[in-house]
Every structure is written in C-alpha cells, then in structure tokens.
C-alpha cells in the first residue's frame, strides 16, 4: 500500500512526459510530411515580388490560400515557461512557427497545383495567436497562420 504515495506523487510528472513524447512522435511525422510535400511541390515556384519576372505567357490567374493552425504541446510549454523565467530563445515555439508557416506554404501551393498554376506571386503570410486569453493565464498557446499569393495560370 505505501507503493502508491510515491505514484500518486510522480504520476504528473509521468503524464507529462508520456504526452510530451507523444507530441514530438508526432511532430517528427508531420515534419517527415512536410518534407515530402514539399518534394512534390517544388516545381511550383513562389515569389514576394508584384510583378511575373520569369517571361511566361499568362493565361490566367487567382488567388491561393493556404492556412493551418497549430498547437503546442504541454511539454514544450513547460519547458517554454522555464526559458520565460531565465531569459533567452524559445526555441520550441520557433519550430512549432516554422513548422505552421510551411504547411500554410505547402497547402497554398496544393490549391496552385490543383488550378494547374505555374507560379505563385506576391505571396504574404499572415500570423496570429490563438488561446491565450487574459482570463486563462495557463492556456496552451496555438498559431494559425495563413499565406496567400496570386497564382499564375501560363497557356502551354
């Protein structure tokens, strides 16, 4: 029977970990993911510029968008409200922010492709947080982010 204070005690911290894991499992997939979209994607060219400078006869053109909201694990936002405490990079929000800007990326390309688009300009991207209400100190931070472009449909 004392077995069970030291369980009651630790199963926290146990929780925490086995859901931390579970998150970086999964981010390791989405990223595996990514990486394989975007080999696929990659011959749809993308710019920030306003004008077409790559001399192809356009035929047509439409807006793309691509958006994607994305949440952080528990353990990362414990680890996260550490590094608040001493000072410096948070580096486990910069991955999560790069891993949203290139899925938004990825899924604004999907719809170019899906309009058989050759070309993508002046692309924006746009990011706002997401749960983090005053009233909710402790609310799991999330990012959504959304880019958008002007798709160039060239007559072949």
């Avoid at 069970?4 to 929780?15: A, G, K, V």
């Avoid at 929000?93 to 300009?121: G, N, Q, T, V, W």
């Amino acid at each position: 029977m004392i077995w069970i204070y030291p369980l009651i005690f630790l199963s926290p911290f146990i929780l925490v970990l086995f859901f931390g894991l579970t998150g970086i499992c999964l981010e390791y997939l989405h990223k595996k993911s990514i990486l394989k979209r975007e080999n696929i994607l990659k011959k749809i060219k993308t710019t920030n510029l306003k004008k077409d400078h790559s001399n192809l006869e356009i035929h047509d053109s439409c807006l793309c968008v691509g958006s994607v909201t994305i949440a952080s694990d528990y353990l990362k936002l414990f680890l996260a409200s550490l590094r608040t405490i001493f000072g410096g990079r948070v580096r486990s929000y910069e991955i999560l922010l790069e891993r949203a800007r290139r899925e938004a990326i990825l899924r604004m390309k999907a719809e170019a492709a899906a309009k058989h688009a050759d070309l993508i300009i002046n692309v924006r991207i746009q990011t706002s947080t997401i749960g983090k209400a005053s009233s909710r100190q402790n609310a799991n931070p999330m990012v959504e982010v959304i880019a958008y472009g002007t798709a160039l449909i060239s007559s072949k």
